[in-house]
């Protein structure tokens, strides 16, 4: 093998061990600047956009155990990569496609799960991370403060009959 192209696997291999998720785009009609922005865009997710071979993605995805990607590796090919937050990218991507209508999700690797377009939508519209955890906060403070409701519900009923007999034997005096 080529020297050139062992150097284009060992990029692509490192690109793809970023992150648990690979997004595979098809960026066909987006000019210079329209990948400058989607960067941008990326960027504040910590995600990466990188134009690839198909080939050299065939032979890294191979090396790496990936599922085999043979069917999305048509056309021009460009990897998003990085950052933590799938869901979050991944919603970038559907913004951007909205907006300008010229990136389009191939495919994606989730997990070392294959992934079609539509359910790399469905990861689109799942909450951010963020609102996740407050959802699971919630639920989980749910349960303590309705015990902690229940807990003060008997001293509060002995308060309030307390409370009853003082006003009745007040209102008879």
């Known amino acids: 093998m080529r020297a050139e192209k ?3 696997i060992a990029e692509i291999d490192s690109h793809l ?18 990948v400058a922005e989607l960067r941008g865009r990326l960027a ?11 080939s050299s993605l065939r032979v890294a995805a191979q090396a790496l155990g990936l599922p085999a990607l043979d069917h999305a590796l048509t056309g021009p ?30 495919a994606g690797i ?8 539509k359910q790399v939508e469905q990861l689109a519209d799942l909450p951010s991370l963020d609102v996740l955890r407050a959802q699971l906060l919630g639920l989980l403070n749910q349960p303590a403060s309705m015990f902690v409701r ?19 034997a007040g209102a008879q005096s």
């Open 44 to 54: 504040a997710e910590k995600a990466e956009f990188h134009v690839v071979k198909n």
């Open 6 to 8: 062992q150097y284009l």
């Open 17 to 34: 061990k970023k992150s648990d998720y690979v997004i595979l785009a098809n960026f066909t009609g987006a000019t210079v600047a329209d």
């Open 110 to 117: 989730l997990s070392n799960k294959l992934i079609t377009p």
């Open 77 to 106: 090919t460009a990897v998003v990569v990085g950052g933590k937050n799938s869901a979050g990218v991944a919603k970038i991507l559907k913004q951007f496609f909205k907006d300008k209508q010229k990136v389009e999700v191939k």
């Open 150 to 168: 229940v807990i003060n519900a008997a001293p509060q009923g002995l308060v309030n009959v307390l409370q009853a007999k003082v006003r009745a």
